[in-house]
C-alpha cells in the first residue's frame, strides 16, 4: 500500500518561517503530480501548490511569491517551503500524489491526465496522507 507521511506542521508566529516534507513508500513505479493542500475547521480542503512529474509548479493567489513547492525524486519526498506565514486558525496541510506508471500489485492504476487551461488544479489525487497541522500566530 502507497502511503504518503507528512511532517514539519507546528506553532509559529506571524512573519516566520515553516519547512514541511512528505515522503512516499510502498509499491509503485512513479508518482506524476503532488500536491499540497490545507484544510481549517468547517470549510473544504483547498489546494495550495502542485508540482508535476516535469517539475512544472503552480501556486494559489493566496501563496504565490511566499510559497515553494518542489520535490526530490530520489527521496521520494515533496517540500513546501512556507515563508512569511501570515496569522490563521489552526489548518491542516495533507500531501497528495497521483499514481503513474503501471498499476500497483493490488491493481490501483493511475487516473486520467487532466486537459484543458486549468488542468494543473484538476488532478484527481490516488494517494493522501493524514496531515501535518500549522498554526500561525499574530
Known amino acids: 500500500q502507497v502511503q504518503l507521511m507528512e511532517s514539519g506542521g507546528g506553532l509559529v508566529e506571524a512573519g516566520a518561517s515553516l519547512r514541511l516534507s512528505c515522503t512516499a513508500s510502498g509499491p509503485y513505479v512513479c508518482l506524476s503530480a503532488m500536491a499540497w493542500h490545507r484544510q481549517v475547521p468547517g470549510r473544504e480542503r483547498e489546494l495550495v501548490a502542485v508540482?508535476?512529474?516535469?517539475?512544472?509548479?503552480h501556486y494559489e493567489d493566496a501563496v504565490k511569491g511566499r510559497f515553494i513547492i518542489s520535490r526530490d525524486y530520489s527521496a521520494n519526498a515533496v517540500y513546501l517551503q512556507m515563508n512569511n506565514l501570515k496569522p490563521d486558525v489552526p489548518a491542516v496541510y495533507t500531501c497528495?500524489?497521483?499514481?503513474?506508471?503501471?498499476?500497483?500489485?493490488?491493481?490501483?492504476?493511475?487516473?486520467?491526465?487532466?486537459?484543458?487551461?486549468?488542468?494543473?488544479?484538476?488532478?484527481?489525487?490516488?494517494?493522501w496522507g493524514r496531515g501535518t497541522q500549522v498554526t500561525v500566530s499574530s
Open positions: 497528495a500524489a497521483v499514481l503513474c506508471g503501471p498499476p500497483t500489485p493490488g491493481g490501483l492504476a493511475g487516473p486520467p491526465i487532466p486537459d484543458g487551461p486549468d488542468k494543473i488544479r484538476n488532478y484527481v489525487y490516488n494517494f
Open positions: 508540482v508535476t512529474k516535469d517539475t512544472t509548479t
